[in-house]
T-cell receptor, first 112, second 113 residues
């Protein structure tokens, strides 16, 4: 069965510092991996995805993620956090078809 | 701008009183999804349409139904809402299935009194 784990319920970082939000996955077959962000009382917003090719994927708002097949991880990163990055972040995986499995979410707090 | 629109944003219904949530899209995407999200938890897929083909998740209660009269519109019907159905309901679209990303509407927050 497919699963996604986001081991941290919350990540706190100071503005200007680098941030990492962790994600590991378990699938049979080749994974397609996604990151979405959710602001309060809003729907999810697509940030980036890994399908194939370069392990480092760049996305919206300066975010990037690194696919690591041996560690089955897809951590989200940003070199310099902004207060406006504070939100709920979801990692997601699919191997095909229409069902996407979402992680439980990680709440990011960026302090000014 | 192309987008996914959900109406209403907030819906209050009484226990057992049928309610319909609506979703429309201007992206001309083939796939439309309905998710249930409780208390900032992971969204849970209820069902999806690929064009007119309806696909129900195995654990979606019979209380939940959906209609897609055309490409642009999709409705979620809750026949007899219970207190446990109070949640945020998210509509999403994608051009095809995986690995295409999904585009979400702002959600409808349902309260059951």
């Amino acid at each position: 069965a497919q699963s996604v784990a986001q081991p941290e319920d919350q990540v706190n970082v100071a503005e200007g510092n680098p941030l990492t939000v962790k994600c590991t996955y378990s699938v049979s077959g080749n994974p397609y991996l996604f990151w979405y962000v959710q602001y309060p009382n809003r729907g999810l917003q697509f940030l980036l995805k890994y399908i194939t090719g370069d392990n480092l994927v760049k996305g919206s708002y300066g975010f990037e993620a690194e696919f690591n097949k041996s560690q089955t991880s897809f951590h989200l990163k940003k070199p310099s956090a902004l207060v406006s990055d504070s939100a709920l972040y979801f990692c997601a995986v699919t191997t095909g078809g229409f069902k996407t499995i979402f992680g439980a979410g990680t709440r990011l707090f960026v302090k000014a | 701008d192309a987008m996914v629109i959900q109406n209403p944003r907030y819906q209050v219904t009484q226990f057992g009183k049928p309610v319909t949530l609506s979703c429309s899209q201007t992206l001309n995407h083939n796939v439309m999804y309905w998710y249930q999200q409780k208390s900032s938890q992971a969204p849970k897929l209820l069902f999806h349409y690929y064009d007119k083909d309806f696909n129900n998740e195995a654990d979606t209660p019979d209380n939940f139904q959906s209609r897609r009269p055309n490409t642009s519109f999709c409705f979620l019907d809750i026949r007899s809402p219970g207190l446990g159905d109070a949640a945020m309901y998210l509509c999403a679209t994608s051009a095809r299935g995986s690995p295409y990303e999904q585009y979400f509407g702002p959600g409808t927050r349902l309260t059951v009194t």
